[in-house]
Antibody, heavy 118, light 111 residues
Framework: QVQLQESGPGLVKPSQTLSLTCSVSGGSVSSGDYYWSWIRQHPGKGLEWIGYIYSSGSTYYNPSLKSRVSISLDTSKNQFSLEVTSVTAADTAVYYC??????????WGQGTMVTVSS | QSALTQPRSVSGSPGQSVTISCTGTRSDVGGYNYVSWYQQHPGKAPKLMIYDVNKRPSGVPDRFSGSKSGNTASLTISGLQAEDESDYYCCSFAGSDTFWVFGGGTNLTVL
C-alpha cells in the first residue's frame, strides 16, 4: 500500500518560493499507476486542487495557480515536489500530497501547514 | 467561493439517514461521472469514501452511497453512527481546462 509523507518549511516569507516534498513508500513514482498530486486547504476552508504529475513527467495544473506552480518528480529519491513562487498570505494553507487513481484522490499524506508571513 | 455548492451543515440522529447534496454545472458534475466524496475529521487528512459517483473503495461501509441527477450529486449515509460526525467534501472533474473542483464542505453532526 502506498504511503505519502509531506515535508518542508512551515514558514515562508512573502514574495519567496514555497517548496514542499512528498516522500513515497510502498510504490514507485516511476510507475504508471498514479498521478502524483498536490491539494491544499486554507485554514477553516475547503479543498483546492493544485495540480499533479504523471510518471512520464507530464504535468497538469489548476489554471488559477498555473503561472506560479511547478510539480516535479525525483525518481532517485522516490519523491515528488511542489514549488509555488511569489507567495502571499493567501497561500497560507495545509498542503497535502495525494495519489489520483484513476478519477479520485485515493491516498493522502497527513498534510503539512505552511504559513506565509514576514 | 468553491466551484461546487454544498450545504454548510446537516444533522441527524443515530440510526437515521442523511443526504448531502453537491451542486455544480453541466461543465463539471453534470458532464462527467467522476464525482467523489471525502470524509475529513478535524486535524486529519481527507479520506476517500465514494468515487465515480457511486462506487465505494474497499473498507468503506455500505452505509455510504452516492448518486447523481443532472448537475447535482448526493452522498447518503444510512444508519448514522457517532463516528460519521465529520466534514464531507465533494469533488468533480471539470474538463481538460479546469480539471478538478471541490465543494466547500458540509459539516455533519450526529445528534
Amino acid at each position: 500500500q502506498v504511503q505519502l509523507q509531506e515535508s518542508g518549511p512551515g514558514l515562508v516569507k512573502p514574495s519567496q518560493t514555497l517548496s514542499l516534498t512528498c516522500s513515497v513508500s510502498g510504490g514507485s513514482v516511476s510507475s504508471g499507476d498514479y498521478y502524483w498530486s498536490w491539494i491544499r486547504q486554507h485554514p477553516g476552508k475547503g479543498l483546492e486542487w493544485i495540480g499533479y504529475i504523471y510518471s512520464s513527467g507530464s504535468t497538469y495544473y489548476n489554471p488559477s495557480l498555473k503561472s506560479r506552480v511547478s510539480i516535479s518528480l525525483d525518481t532517485s529519491k522516490n519523491q515528488f515536489s511542489l514549488e509555488v513562487t511569489s507567495v502571499t498570505a493567501a497561500d497560507t494553507a495545509v498542503y497535502y500530497c495525494a495519489t489520483k487513481r484513476p478519477n479520485a484522490f485515493d491516498i493522502w499524506g497527513q498534510g503539512t501547514m505552511v504559513t506565509v508571513s514576514s | 467561493q468553491s466551484a461546487l455548492t454544498q450545504p454548510r451543515s446537516v444533522s441527524g440522529s443515530p440510526g437515521q439517514s442523511v443526504t448531502i447534496s453537491c451542486t455544480g454545472t453541466r461543465s463539471d458534475v453534470g458532464g462527467y461521472n467522476y464525482v467523489s466524496w471525502y470524509q475529513q475529521h478535524p486535524g486529519k487528512a481527507p479520506k476517500l469514501m465514494i468515487y465515480d459517483v457511486n462506487k465505494r473503495p474497499s473498507g468503506v461501509p455500505d452505509r455510504f452511497s452516492g448518486s447523481k441527477s443532472g448537475n447535482t450529486a448526493s452522498l447518503t449515509i444510512s444508519g448514522l453512527q457517532a463516528e460519521d460526525e465529520s466534514d464531507y467534501y465533494c469533488c468533480s472533474f471539470a474538463g481538460s481546462d479546469t480539471f478538478w473542483v471541490f465543494g466547500g464542505g458540509t459539516n455533519l453532526t450526529v445528534l
